[in-house]
């Protein structure tokens, strides 16, 4: 069983930051790669960053250069630092960990384990 535990979410104003936190197992930790993915109202979830078991990552392009994902191995826990927030960065935020391949790792099809998200609000 994966479970995932998201925390750190809050309302700031815009230009403000906030870091999002993840605690997760060893077993999905380093066997999946795990990802961020959003959900404002009436939209589609998605990806915004991911990294594998080796560390490398991908961004979506809304938040690259403002959005960090990073792993602490020794804890277990995924972050997310998120910088320079837009009121459209506002929506519920999760992390999830599955095999996505890396030809296609913004997929959200991939990912199987999700916690149970953690909300951020952007104030213009």
């Not at 870091?19 to 109202?41: F, G, H, I, K, N």
């Not at 990806?47 to 979506?60: H, L, M, P, R, V």
């Not at 296609?104 to 999700?114: G, L, R």
């Amino acid at each position: 069983q994966v479970k995932l535990m998201e925390s750190g979410g809050g309302s700031v104003q815009a230009g403000g930051s906030l870091r999002l936190t993840c605690t997760t197992s060893e077993y999905s930790y380093s066997a999946y790669r795990m990802p961020w993915l959003r959900q404002a109202p009436r939209k589609e979830r998605e990806a915004i960053a991911t990294i594998d078991s080796e560390g490398s990552t991908t961004y979506a392009d809304s938040v690259k250069g403002r959005f960090t994902i990073s792993k602490d191995t020794a804890t277990f826990t995924l972050y997310l630092q998120m910088n320079s927030l837009k009121p459209e960065d506002t929506a519920m935020y999760f992390c999830a960990a599955g095999h996505a391949p890396p030809t296609d790792p913004m997929a959200s099809v991939w990912y199987h384990f999700w916690g149970q998200g953690t909300q951020v609000t952007v104030s213009s």
